[in-house]
């Protein structure tokens, strides 16, 4: 690695220059599975590899390298990446160079057992260990193919700033992580035992990334962290409305939004934040997981159904018009029709804009594997399906009731939908960006920018998105 001036100002003292690789040694190929928190994470893999001399590409034939960051939330999530790695073995026959790599949450869960199954791989690396990544690779590099596996469960908060010049420059909206870990331990739940206990970053720190991301052209953050709204409270640094506050004042940002914020934990300032920032988005993300008493208890989620509805009835009187959205597990274990009913109740009585709905899966370290009452898959998935079909209608609903009324959306980039939902790259230009409280807008548009605020009317509701002209076209 060598050290060159910034090419502006070629007398900045060392600790301002950039580092660029010596050569290029190949490519790294990076797949995704899991949440935001894992997209960022690969963010931060792709600069890591970056520096070491390996460009980033979207062609796994090319790839030179191979990592896999793994989810773990459920068995699906799971077994996609042990299919896709179990993949690379014949790769691996045919270029015997080529280092594939296992990162993340399974990484971190199952180390060593990992081999059993993919003897093939070189690295197994959890969760705290990505800044090793390089020592990792030069000692494969030096080995004689025994896999190597560092899952050190000591948290590491990641403070790596971004490194631009391996991003995607075109993106308007980015992730921010702010907090790592968590500990609520719900009881269905492997985050806790696979990212550790919960910590903060700096606000300082956090605050210079997103001023770095908007000198890039950034509009939008969303601000992550498996509670959010406990930011900071543990190391005593600053609260979560504090933070935001700070991040209102980052020039060149325009939108922030944040997830997932847990019920128990939303406060009356964080409330008032939303309302009065001007800055933070008039949305939330707030998952309830079950409307029955029973379920929420066995699920250790620290609220009740009451007390939850009570939080969703504040935040529709100080925020008038606020998108809602949440998560649901159905087919908990013991999980009755009645409990069920329940769920269903809530969601009605709430009409969420959106819910991510996911049946309950029985996961490794999770206490609530060991419960009593397990549900039958087909019972678990007739379930899950009896809600999608209702959030899908009321989500319908809801976006009907926007046509004929006028948007602000942030222009995030090309938009590659047709009204009929098929793909069709020809009929550019259609864009795309979402509304204040995250509903995808669809539109057609000469002359529009990713980055741009344009007001749109709705003209059509689909159970997805929404089409709508711009306010002032002269097609109007
Ligand atoms: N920290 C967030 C969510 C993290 S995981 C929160 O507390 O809400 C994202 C979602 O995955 C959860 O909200 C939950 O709905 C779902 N999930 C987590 N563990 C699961 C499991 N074992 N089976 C099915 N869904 C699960
Ligand atoms: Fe998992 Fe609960 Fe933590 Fe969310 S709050 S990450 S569901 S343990
Ligand atoms: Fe999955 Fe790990 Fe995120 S288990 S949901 S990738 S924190």
Redesign the pocket.
Known sequence: MKTVPDAKNPILKSHKMKTVPDTKKGFAYIYTIG?QMNSYDSEKLAAITGSMGYERTDDLDRADIVICNTCS??EKAQEKAYSFLGTLASRKRKKPGLIAIMAGCVAQQEGERVFRRLPHLDIVMGTQAFERLPTLISRVLSSKGAGITDIDPSPAIFESRPDLSTMARDKISRFVTIMQG?D?F?T????PHVRGRERSRTPESIVEEISTLAGSGVKEVTLLG??VNSYGQKEGICSFPELLKRIDSIQGIERIRFA?S?PKDLSDELISAVLNLKKVCNQLHL?V?SGSNAILKKMNRGYTREQYLGRISMLRHHCPGIGLSS???VGFPSETREDFEQTLDLIRTVRFDGI?A??????PN?PARGFKGALDESEKMARLNELLDLQESITRELNEGRVGEVETILVEGKSLRKRDGSKDEEKLPQMTGRTETGKIVHFHGENIKPGNMVKIKITNAYPHSLWGNLFDDPLE
Do not use: E, G, L
Not at 188 to 191: D, F, H, I, L
């Open positions: 949440c939330i459920r968590c609520n719900c269905y739940c492997v985050v498996q509670n997932t847990h998952p997981q998560d649901m597990i991510f996911f049946a309950y899966s029985s996961r999770a």
